[in-house]
């Protein structure tokens, strides 16, 4: 494929692209289709000839969109919301063509600095500390990680480094391997399981502190499970506090769980993958407060606020503490600029090597929505979140489960968990719609989630017509 022949078929996909996303309502949102579909309609062996572009066009829909899940249907109702606009696919290609590979600032100044400086501007979107902005001289700042899992994992490992240097500093004879065996984690009983999978990878314990009555992590529960653990001669290190945790969207305390970790020496890092990307509306604000306790802070823009998967927001206030967990300096990869103190090389705050281009996505897409456009975004979905839920309360048959704050309402028949295993059975079977569930404590409840960048009101009233007429068929089913 030449440059005349990219212009043209790039304009063809560009075609496609938007058709598919204007079209996307009339096609079935969860595909009909069972495992190992795919390998049977494709070769075994790769062409030893190229094939055709409208070849390969003609498969996308043969083979590929029978096969696809389409999270950007306004009948997608499952999980939460992946991010998708046209800026920040535009920025995408640029991303693609560009193509450099930004582990350090001589790799491509651009890439370093676009990213130092998007992350200021979506931090102070946030009203975040100072202390946590790179500014022309703090000690914090913010990178971007490729999902909410990295950034707890690079904040538990560098959290767990600068423990153990500390301790070793202080009892020069200590091993890294007793100290190990003694660090625990805690998070609430409701944080995603990339919570424990990082305690899994970091090799140390993690402990799960129950929460209250509205799914939150409370002081009084940390605070008593750290006392115990130090009595057994343990050291508590790290801990994880939601904000918008993935079954019912709650909060945990930030404002009572950062003056403990604070007392305790303990490093705080704030998961708000989900909720994160409210906080830039002033009525949403408040539920950040606290905030100014925590070691560190995530949310992921790819979830609610335009910018296409991946895009992780992640911010520090101290960066030496994630460039001493993971600095390492061969000579080929070296440059004369790494110690001047004017920029930073983003390989020393993540787990790979490479990264890509992907602050050109925030920016095209804070340019070209500018903030009070991503907040008009963020509150149609809140307003639709409120209108599901009253629909729900106005039917005695249904009850809410948990409090509604964003765009998250959880919900479930009155009645025995196997009645709404088999609601959400037939709701997913009939495939108009799509939910997935959750488990507050011993209740299965199903999740709706606002999360097309296109669904509407009418979206929204169709969805639950169609749960009642479910639920009625079902439960008249079970009384015959």
């Given at each position: 494929?030449?440059?005349?022949?990219?212009?043209?078929?790039?304009?063809?996909?560009?075609?496609?692209?938007?058709?598919?996303?204007?079209?996307?309502?009339?096609?079935?949102?969860?595909?009909?289709?069972?495992?190992?579909?795919?390998?049977?309609?494709?070769?075994?062996?790769?062409?030893?000839?190229?094939?055709?572009?409208?070849?390969?066009?003609?498969?996308?829909?043969?083979?590929?969109?029978?096969?696809?899940?389409?999270?950007?249907?306004?009948?997608?109702?499952?999980?939460?919301p992946t991010a998708s606009s046209y800026p920040a696919m535009l920025a995408d290609m640029l991303c693609g063509a560009i193509g450099c590979i930004g582990f350090s600032w001589a790799a491509s100044p651009a890439c370093t600095e676009l990213e130092t400086v998007m992350m200021d501007w979506l931090g102070r979107m946030l009203q975040l500390p100072e202390a946590f902005l790179a500014?022309?001289?703090?000690?914090?700042?913010?990178?971007?990680?490729?999902?909410a899992s990295e950034a707890t994992l690079v904040a538990l490992l560098a959290a767990r480094t600068k423990v153990i240097r500390c301790l070793q500093t202080a009892s020069p004879g200590l091993t890294q391997a007793a100290v190990m065996e003694k660090l625990v984690a805690y998070a609430s009983d409701q944080a995603h399981s990339s919570v424990e999978r990082a305690g899994l990878i970091?090799?140390?314990?993690?402990?799960?502190?129950?929460?209250?009555?509205?799914?939150?992590?409370?002081?009084?529960?940390?605070?008593?499970?750290?006392?115990?653990?130090?009595?057994?001669?343990?050291?508590?290190?790290?801990?994880?506090?939601?904000?918008?945790?993935?079954?019912?969207?709650?909060?945990?305390?930030?404002?009572?769980?950062?003056?403990?970790?604070?007392?305790?020496?303990?490093?705080?890092?704030?998961?708000?993958?989900?909720?994160?990307?409210?906080?830039?509306?002033?009525?949403?604000?408040?539920?950040?407060?606290?905030?100014?306790?925590?070691?560190?802070?995530?949310?992921?823009?790819?979830?609610?606020?335009?910018?296409?998967?991946?895009?992780?927001?992640?911010?520090?206030?101290?960066?030496?503490?994630?460039?001493?967990?993971?600095?390492?300096?061969?000579?080929?990869?070296?440059?004369?600029?790494?110690?001047?103190?004017?920029?930073?090389?983003?390989?020393?705050?993540?787990?790979?090597?490479?990264?890509?281009?992907?602050?050109?996505?925030?920016?095209?897409?804070?340019?070209?929505?500018?903030?009070?456009?991503?907040?008009?975004?963020?509150?149609?979905?809140?307003?639709?979140?409120?209108?599901?839920?009253?629909?729900?309360?106005?039917?005695?048959?249904?009850?809410?489960?948990?409090?509604?704050?964003?765009?998250?309402?959880?919900?479930?028949?009155?009645?025995?968990?196997?009645?709404?295993?088999?609601?959400?059975?037939?709701?997913?079977?009939?495939?108009?719609?799509?939910?997935?569930?959750?488990?507050?404590?011993?209740?299965?409840?199903?999740?709706?989630?606002?999360?097309?960048?296109?669904?509407?009101?009418?979206?929204?009233?169709?969805?639950?017509?169609?749960?009642?007429?479910?639920?009625?068929?079902?439960?008249?089913?079970?009384?015959?």
């Open positions: 494929m030449n440059a005349d022949e990219f212009r043209r078929r790039g304009k063809e996909m560009v075609d496609y692209v938007a058709d598919y996303l204007e079209g996307i309502e009339a096609r079935q949102v969860y595909p009909d289709v069972e495992p190992g579909y795919l390998r049977p309609l494709i070769p075994p062996t790769a062409p030893q000839e190229p094939d055709t572009f409208e070849d390969i066009i003609n498969d996308v829909e043969k083979i590929i969109m029978p096969g696809v899940t389409h999270w950007h249907s306004p009948y997608f109702f499952a999980y939460f500014g022309e001289a703090g000690e914090g700042g913010g990178v971007i990680q490729g999902s970091g090799g140390v314990k993690l402990k799960a502190i129950p929460s209250d009555g509205k799914f939150a992590l409370r002081a009084s529960a940390l605070q008593e499970a750290l006392e115990r653990d130090k009595a057994a001669g343990l050291i508590p290190f790290f801990v994880v506090a939601t904000l918008g945790t993935t079954s019912c969207c709650s909060f945990d305390n930030l404002l009572e769980v950062g003056p403990v970790c604070r007392k305790e020496g303990v490093w705080l890092h704030v998961d708000a993958a989900y909720a994160g990307s409210a906080f830039i509306c002033p009525e949403f604000r408040h539920l950040l407060d606290g905030v100014e306790f925590a070691d560190s802070f995530n949310f992921n823009p790819h979830k609610w606020l335009l910018v296409n998967f991946d895009c992780s927001a992640m911010w520090v206030k101290k960066r030496t503490d994630l460039t001493g967990a993971f600095k390492l300096d061969p000579v080929y990869l070296k440059h004369s600029h790494q110690d001047s103190g004017l920029i930073t090389d983003y390989r020393h705050w993540q787990l790979p090597l490479g990264r890509r281009f992907r602050s050109l996505k925030m920016w095209f897409v804070f340019r070209l929505y500018g903030v009070t456009g991503l907040q008009a975004y963020i509150r149609k979905h809140v307003q639709l979140s409120h209108e599901f839920e009253s629909l729900v309360r106005q039917d005695p048959r249904f009850e809410i489960c948990a409090e509604v704050t964003l765009g998250l309402v959880c919900f479930r028949l009155k009645g025995p968990n196997s009645q709404n295993e088999a609601l959400l059975e037939r709701i997913n079977s009939a495939r108009r719609i799509h939910l997935v569930p959750c488990r507050l404590r011993d209740q299965f409840v199903l999740r709706f989630a606002i999360c097309s960048r296109t669904v509407e009101s009418a979206h929204v009233r169709l969805a639950w017509e169609h749960i009642r007429g479910l639920a009625a068929e079902l439960l008249g089913a079970e009384k015959e």
